[in-house]
């Protein structure tokens, strides 16, 4: 693993800009990555480290599997009662089991099986909930990354000083691996460890 300098930028041409400076100061291409990191919260749309598989579809399988267990007990149900409310019983009884079930399979997905339902019932949000603690590190924010593997702490100056001249918003040091202009071991849900401006 090495030391790893990345910079943020709003626009693309900017990023690409601070490949070409970082080039030209020797850094190798295949040292460089570039990629974009989603808002906070929408990373599950293209998988994480933690969860490559994870994808939007994947959220709803509770719901579905919720529906399908619904159907069948709403039908078993539903025969049951044929003698009394007639033919239609078995379908109204699907239809209702479907529509229970899937409303507690969602639940389900959503809730924490280990916290109370109670614990939720007030509406007015806690006060340390809302606020971030001041000794913890902000999210990492949305925008094109470009990042460089660096060695010594004298490519890490100059990393952070070529991104820096390029327009870089935030700068950030991390521990890992680029091969082949791919940041592999890239978490974007990992808290960032902020490059200072003293630095």
């Known amino acids: 693993m090495n030391t790893i300098i990345a910079g943020r930028f709003d626009e693309q041409a900017r990023a690409e800009q601070a490949v070409t400076a970082l080039e030209a100061t020797g850094f190798p291409h295949d040292q460089i990555a570039t990629f974009f990191v989603n808002p906070a919260g929408r990373h599950d749309l293209h998988g994480t480290r933690r969860d490559p598989e994870a994808s939007a ?3 709803h399988a509770g719901a579905l599997a919720g529906a399908a267990i619904g159907t069948g007990v709403g039908t078993v149900v539903g025969l049951a009662t044929m003698p009394v409310l007639g033919p239609g ?3 109204a009884g699907a239809a209702i089991g479907a529509g229970v079930g899937s409303l507690a399979g ?5 809730g924490d099986p280990g916290r ?7 509406s007015e949000p806690s006060p340390a909930s ?3 603690s001041p000794d ?3 999210p990492r924010k949305s925008g094109m990354f470009v990042a460089v593997g660096a060695a010594s702490s004298s490519e890490q ?15 950030e040091r ?6 082949q202009s791919q940041w592999n071991d890239f978490d974007p849900l990992s808290t960032p460890a902020m490059v200072t401006v003293a630095e």
């Open 157 to 171: 100056a100059n990393a952070i000083t070529v991104l820096r001249a390029q327009g870089a918003a935030d700068l």
């Open 136 to 138: 913890e590190a902000p």
């Open 106 to 110: 969602a639940l389900e997905q959503m």
């Open 130 to 132: 809302s606020e971030p």
């Open 174 to 179: 991390a521990q890992g691996s680029i091969s």
């Open 57 to 59: 579809g994947a959220h």
């Open 116 to 122: 109370p339902v109670e614990e939720s019932a007030s």
């Open 89 to 91: 019983a078995a379908l």
